[in-house]
């Protein structure tokens, strides 16, 4: 499975942005695909997840003003991201796997990983 994210670039606070993830190699149906994000010098951390039903998952900290959504005729994965702050800064990465409900937020539930796209929220 490959991943491709894309999209990022350089916003002020406040604003928008839409990234991508293109899943290529492996049938689409049935996996999740999660957004994780690694600010400079942290630790990476789960943002958002939707699962192949459709359901969604969110951090508490992006709740309301990011959204994901899949569209399965492209294989893409779309992470809206509205009110922008400089604390969402950082290379946003998406992810592939199969986790159950309670582990969508854990990077170890995910086996495919894509290359980052970095996101700068100036202020």
């Known amino acids: 499975v490959q991943l491709q994210a894309s999209g990022g670039g350089l916003v002020q606070a406040g604003g928008s942005l839409r990234l991508s993830c293109a899943v290529s190699?492996?049938?689409?149906?049935?996996?999740?695909v999660g957004w994780f994000r690694q600010p400079p010098g942290k630790e990476r951390e789960f943002v958002a997840a939707v699962k192949s039903g459709g359901s969604t998952y969110y951090a508490d900290s992006v709740k309301g003003r990011f959204t994901v959504s899949r569209d399965s005729a492209k294989n893409t994965v779309y992470l809206q991201m509205g009110s922008l702050k400089p604390e969402d800064t950082a290379v946003y990465y998406c992810?592939?796997?199969?986790?159950?409900?309670?582990?969508?937020?854990?990077?170890?539930?995910?086996?495919?990983w894509g290359q980052g796209t970095q996101v700068t929220v100036s202020s």
């Open positions: 190699g492996r049938t689409f149906s049935g996996r999740a």
């Open positions: 992810a592939s796997g199969f986790p159950i409900t309670t582990s969508v937020g854990r990077r170890e539930s995910y086996n495919h």
